[in-house]
Structures are given as C-alpha cells and as structure tokens.
C-alpha cells in the first residue's frame, strides 16, 4: 500500500490486481518526414499546401461577409435616419426628435427649421436643414451600396496584392 491519503485503483476491494502489461510496452514512435518515401512525402506536402489555401480561402471570406455585414448595417441605419426625418416632419403630437435620437444627439432636426431658411434667416444652432440631413442620407445609401456590392473588397484585395508585390512577398 501506499502512504498517501488516496487509495490506488487497484487497491480498492474488488477490483482486479495491478495490469503490469503497459510498464514493459515501448513508446510508439512516430514517423518522421524523412522516414516517408517519395509518393508519401509528396502527398503530405499537397496536404499541407491544400490545407494553406482552405484557411487563406476561409480567411478571405470571413473578411467578405463582414464587410458585406457592415454595409448591410449602414443601408438600414440610412433608411431608419430617412424614416425618422419623415416621421419627425409629420410629427405634430409628441415633443421628440427621432433623428437626434438615431444620431446620439449629434444632429438635431426641426421642420421649423426649414421654413427659416425658405425665409433667409439663419437655422438655430446646431440644428440641420432637410437639404443636408438628405445629402447625409444619400451619402450613407452609397458608401452602403459600395461596400455591400464588394467595391470594398475588391480594392482592399488591389492594394494588398499591390504592397505584397512591393515587398516581393508574391
């Protein structure tokens, strides 16, 4: 027996006697590349090249629909900033603002503010006319657009391929 707290396996009342097969086994021992033969060694290497080209493949298209995702972001966030101008135009009852709202405060939208400008007076501070909150918009819709589509992608892929190349990695 042993002098720790814990008794062994082996020890415990039932259970078979101690297997002494595994202390005499010697160590498998693994095959190296240069232990393989030609056919084997050239298979090994097309695994691992296949293998390299699944994870860049894998890689890039990661990278693709995340882009694809955050274009996808940006259209719906343009289309609820055109949603929230409409509604904050025709809304008469409630004393809220949904453009500063979906802007975090940072534009602040009145229809009243439009009417100052038809009259040549000066828009309040810090408020934005519908001209530019559509300009805005429209600007959002594109750079959505073009991120979506894979313009995007297709110029960060140019200009990796372009640095590489410089860097006579390729």
């Known amino acids: 027996t042993s002098n ?9 009342e039932g259970m078979p006697a101690k297997s002494t097969l595994a202390d005499t086994q ?9 232990d393989l033969s030609i056919s084997e060694r050239l298979s090994l290497s097309t695994i691992e090249e296949n293998h390299r080209l699944e994870t860049e493949a894998k890689t890039l298209d990661t990278v693709r629909v995340g ?3 955050i274009g996808l972001c ?3 966030y343009s289309t609820l900033l055109l949603l929230a101008m409409v509604f904050d135009r025709v809304n008469s009852v409630l004393e809220i603002s949904l453009v500063g709202v979906l802007t975090l405060g940072k534009l602040r939208y009145h229809p009243s503010c439009d009417e100052a400008k038809e009259l040549d007076q000066s828009l309040p501070k810090g408020y934005i006319s519908s001209t530019k909150l559509l300009k805005s918009i ?15 992608y297709r110029g960060m892929i140019e200009i990796i391929i372009w640095v590489l190349e410089k860097l006579s990695f390729i």
Do not use: H
């Open 138 to 152: 429209g600007l959002f819709c594109i750079v959505g657009f073009i991120i979506l589509s894979g313009g995007l």
């Open 4 to 12: 720790s707290a814990i008794v062994d396996e082996w020890e415990l």
């Open 74 to 76: 940006i259209l719906c």
């Open 67 to 69: 882009l694809a995702f």
């Open 26 to 34: 010697e160590p498998i021992e693994l095959p190296t590349k240069d």
